[in-house]
């Protein structure tokens, strides 16, 4: 075999002389790099013979051969496969070259043989070829339909995958993360399932994730099976003016003033419950004349104990309803309940979401019967005592939604949201708890009455008395004002003790999971909210702070937080 010697001082004009004329056991290939020749298409490259070759002089000096000139063009020579012992001798030259010419010459090496590897695969189905992807020394092979899948992707994408091409081995090099690739590959292979593998951490899953463009939904898919939960996207409004207001009033750890603000509301929810109580007390009650009822009782004397006499009926005028200071305190609390929900619901983002949420429902109940109220004194008319005494009672009833205003507190207290939301999560707990206690119920409270039927001084005279005797007993209160009294009473008694103690002990740990899942979610995002903070000021302040690979999980699709409770969910 004869290795024709390159002149690789014109780049332009660069050859691979292969094989020898004489040799029938090697094919003749010559190669010409003319890829960047002006003139000449993309991939088009035309077979020729250097004027250096000694092909061309041995042409010019064959015996016998008359009429064929010295400067005759030879014939196209087939191309064909290149031989090793050609590659390496070109590829020694070129690394003696210099370094300017080194790099162009190898630009235009490597495109022939990314050319050639293309004609060689052309015969060949697109599903059929395969890649070889070497991961940092770590080699995986796999068919071109299985990264075709998903074309938006670094693998999917040709273009995009030939910056890692490596010609000389004819592989794809990515100095990565080897252990991920794992479950990188089989994201192509399943038709899109990320599966993270049990040695790989999960800051350096999600930047590969990340790297081989995946995609959102890749990554979304990643943080739910990790047990990542998505923090719900806090609707603002629009208009700067009302987004202000509504960060003011609605979210108390928005800024300073929001905080003075939720104070503020906090001082008057707890002035206008402490009103609530107090204005029950018997030194502040004019309105016992009222109920003829209650007086009658108070009149009556038992057992020894001498007689209680109400104080004259003494009708409450319109004028002293009005300068009682219980109901001036009131009135100062619901100016300002109406207009800290009256500025909430003009500025808020969607008025059907206000509606729909059952805190403004509670504050709205809360301070209707203030208006109830008042209407009543008004239209309320000292002769018509029947009449009075109805709507008063009608009123207490109404007043008594009153106590809902300590619900308002719980927009202020992570506490009392944290136990409603354990609450409703656990409805389906509460409900089974409330259904076993209700069968207890029944069974219990007809087998006392059985049991105590024959007894003539038995407090059990039918089965709804028995009802409540059942409800104590079973929650283990025992108040202690009905008791069995035969043998047979008590041993249904202690079976019902034994059966309420089972019937709540069941469902609570599975609510206290939930309170626990609420309470350490809720504690985790406030060290997020810390810590973004503190990033945040040191940025601000220039030290620079490096966030590391965790910053994959919360780059797109809003905020995520850790689930470390998952697998004890409901």
């Keep these: 075999?004869?290795?024709?010697?390159?002149?690789?001082?014109?780049?332009?004009d660069v050859g691979i002389y292969v094989g020898d004329p004489g040799d029938s056991d090697c094919q003749t290939e010559m190669t010409t790099l003319t890829a960047g020749t002006p003139g000449r298409s993309r991939g088009n490259n035309r077979l020729s013979t250097p004027p250096h070759s000694p092909q061309q002089g041995r042409q010019g000096q064959q015996p016998g051969k008359q009429g064929i000139s010295p400067t005759?063009?030879?014939?196209?020579?087939?191309r064909g496969r290149p031989s090793s012992g050609s590659l390496v001798s070109n590829w020694k030259l070129l690394l003696n070259s210099d370094g300017a010419q080194s790099e162009t010459i190898f630009n235009k090496l490597a495109k022939e043989c990314c050319d050639d590897l293309f004609c060689e695969k052309g015969g060949l189905d697109d599903g059929e070829q395969k890649v070889i992807i070497n991961i940092a020394g770590l080699r995986f092979e796999t068919q071109l339909k299985t990264l075709d899948q998903f074309p938006d992707?670094?693998?999917?994408?040709?273009?995009?995958?030939?910056?890692y091409f490596d010609p000389m081995r004819n592989e794809y090099f990515f100095d990565r993360n080897r252990p991920s690739f794992d479950g990188i590959l089989y994201y192509y292979q399943s038709g899109g399932k990320v599966r993270r593998p049990a040695n790989v951490p999960l800051d350096v899953f999600a930047d590969e994730i990340v790297f081989y463009e995946l995609g959102s939904e890749a990554m979304e898919q990643f943080r739910e099976e990790e047990g990542f939960i998505k923090e719900p996207e806090v609707p603002l409004p629009t208009n700067e003016v009302h987004r202000q207001f509504w960060l003011l009033f609605e979210y108390p750890?928005?800024?300073s003033a929001a905080r003075s603000v939720a104070l503020v509301s906090v001082f008057v929810i707890v002035i206008s419950i402490v009103i609530f109580c107090l204005e029950t007390l018997p030194e502040f009650r004019e309105d016992m004349d009222t109920f003829p009822a209650l007086s009658q009782l108070l009149?009556?004397?038992?057992?020894?104990y001498a007689s209680l006499?109400?104080?004259s009926p003494t009708p409450k005028t319109l004028a002293a309803t009005f300068t009682d200071p219980f109901f001036i305190v009131e009135t100062i609390c619901i100016i300002w309940f109406c207009f800290e929900l009256t500025v909430r619901f003009v500025v808020c983002p969607s008025k059907r979401d206000f509606f729909n949420n059952i805190m403004n429902i509670i504050d709205i109940v809360s301070i209707t019967p203030y208006f109830v109220t008042l209407v009543?004194?008004?239209m309320a008319t000292p002769d018509a005592n029947s009449s009075q005494n109805m709507s008063l009672a009608i009123l207490r009833i109404i007043r008594l939604v009153r106590v809902f205003r300590i619900f308002k507190l719980s927009r202020h207290s992570k506490g009392l949201q944290i136990l409603g939301q354990t609450l409703k999560a656990s409805m389906r707990e509460l409900g089974l708890l409330i259904f076993f206690l209700f069968i207890g119920v029944i069974l219990f409270s007809s087998a006392i009455y059985f049991a105590e039927v024959d007894e003539p001084q038995t407090q059990f005279i039918s089965i709804p008395e028995g009802f409540w005797w059942a409800v104590v007993t079973m929650t283990t209160v025992g108040y202690g004002d009905m008791c069995p009294i035969t043998m047979g009473g008590k041993m249904v008694g202690t079976l019902c003790a034994i059966a309420g103690v089972l019937t709540i002990a069941l469902p609570v740990p599975v609510i206290v999971s939930n309170f626990n899942y609420f309470y350490h979610r809720e504690t985790e995002q406030e060290e997020k909210h810390m810590l973004d903070a503190a990033v945040e000021a040191g940025l601000?302040?220039?030290t620079g702070t490096k966030h590391g690979s965790t910053a994959s999980l919360n780059k797109a699709n809003g905020n995520w937080q850790s689930d470390k409770s998952k697998n004890g969910r409901p």
């Design 1 to 12: 075999m004869e290795v024709s010697l390159v002149n690789f001082e014109n780049p332009d």
């Design 72 to 78: 005759t063009p030879p014939a196209p020579i087939k």
């Design 153 to 163: 992707t670094l693998l999917g994408d040709p273009m995009k995958r030939m910056d």
């Design 253 to 255: 750890e928005s800024s």
């Design 299 to 304: 009149n009556q004397t038992q057992d020894g």
């Design 309 to 311: 006499s109400p104080p």
């Design 376 to 378: 009543t004194e008004r």
């Design 540 to 542: 601000k302040s220039g």
